[in-house]
């Protein structure tokens, strides 16, 4: 996997890259059904109503007809991403997957593209609202039919991602630029319909998890139903087996959702240290852990950050290598990276407490319009682990604006400020006795970007 901005590339060359075509998973999954009994009927739109069966499974998508005819019941809130996406494909296999800025005269476009068959690889082109009005995509996307691709979109694209292409062209296949819908629901089940995979819930396509949800639902609900000695109780095993692991990855979804959209800010940074700004963007993967998987890279990274030759860079504990370095920013200079506790009270320095969920929605846009143009601003808040992070998110939305910006964090979350320092989010930290509350890094699921 890669990341290139400009000529410069960052890549990771462990692991493989699996990748399997929609079409293809449709027909492998199609022929177990089959060959277990199942009569596949295609074509045809069926509701709750039409159909007669002691348990309805509705797999129906994000836009589920039969979450919305039972909303009172399944209770869900929908909410739409910022950005806009455009999702397409083309005729060869890239050599890898990649991650790539465009920027053209009217904004920044980013492509995640990735093979998944010997001549073919998706391109998923994403980009703010602002660029795609100015590339005139509102009112392409308003001119184009409901199964018709967005030509002109595909050839502006086409033509922006040429060096990535090779010369291949985009192809559509009912094209459109779209915006993210994130689903969650309060229930998943309301009598003898139940909801499964992207009717119950959505992960943001950037950590690439929707299907592998949809299909360990279906897992857990074959062994709720065969465990089971009532519908009930199998419907709220299901759930309750179900709901702690789809929630987590949901919360990496949301943080990672937004790093893409804020990206933009970030594409002057040296390009290994973007790649460990992404490796540890949603909290899932620890600085320390992405060192040892990806060894050179994370080096280079550290090494730009540190202002060293990568030789210089430990092959262990970096994290606290990390804290140890100094800061040179704006005429400021500090001995390390851990803030002394007189700084708060300074002059200058303006003591923020952050409590909004997100760093970029409405409610963090007015706490930053309302700091002071101080040249220091000291964060601090909750001590939860989730607090922390969005802390940090905060933090380096205050640098991009040229602040100077100190973190407050409990020790337990000292692997997160190492990697919010490396990642740009904040300058400086300050360390304070105390737990963490929830969310502690889970290597478990780590595996997973
Ligand atoms: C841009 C993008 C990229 C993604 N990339 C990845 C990825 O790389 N890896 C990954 O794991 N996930 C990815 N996902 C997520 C993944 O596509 C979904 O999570 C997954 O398809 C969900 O499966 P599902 O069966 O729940 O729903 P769907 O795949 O949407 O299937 C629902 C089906 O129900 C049918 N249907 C709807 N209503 C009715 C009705 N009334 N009667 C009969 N049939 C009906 C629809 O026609 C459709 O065939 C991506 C999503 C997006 C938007």
Known sequence: MSMQVGDAVSRLSHGELLAIART??????????????????????????????DLIIAADGVGSVTRTELADQFRPQITTGKGLYLWCGTDFALPSAIFTPVTTEHGTFVAHAYPYAPDRSTFLIETDETTWRNAGFDVTTENVGPL????????????????????????GNRTRWLKFRTVTCERWHAGNVVLLGDAAHTA?????????LAMEDAIALDRGVREASSLEEALTAYETARRPGVEYLQSIAAR??????????????????????????????????????APDVARRGLADYGDVRPDE??????????????????GFTAPTRVADGSLRSDAGTAVVEVHVDSAWGAAADELIDGIPTASMVWLTG?????????????????????????????????????????SLRTDLVHIVDGAVIGGALDDVHAATV
């Open 313 to 330: 860079v430990p092959d262990s504990e970096v994290g606290e290598w990390v804290l140890r370095r100094p800061l040179r920013r704006n």
């Open 204 to 212: 943001h396509y950037s950590i690439g998890s929707g299907t592998k």
């Open 382 to 422: 909750p001590p939860q682990r989730d607090a922390v992070l969005t802390r940090l998110d905060v933090g380096e939305r205050l640098r991009q604006a040229g602040h100077i910006v100190v973190v407050e964090a409990p020790d337990a979350c000292q692997s997160d400020l190492s990697a919010g320092l490396v």
């Open 256 to 293: 990672s959702e937004l790093w893409w959209e804020s990206f933009p800010g970030r594409i002057d940074m040296p390009v290994d240290q973007l790649m460990v700004a992404y490796m540890t963007r949603a909290g899932k993967v620890s600085l320390e852990r992405f060192a040892q998987s």
């Open 24 to 53: 293809k998973l449709l027909e492998v999954l199609q022929h177990h059904a089959v060959a277990a009994g199942v009569r596949l009927e295609f074509g045809q739109r069926r509701g709750v109503g039409d159909v007669d069966a």
């Open 148 to 171: 018709d691709s967005d030509t002109q979109s595909l050839k502006y694209l086409q033509d922006a991602f040429a060096a990535t292409l090779g010369g291949h062209p985009l192809i």
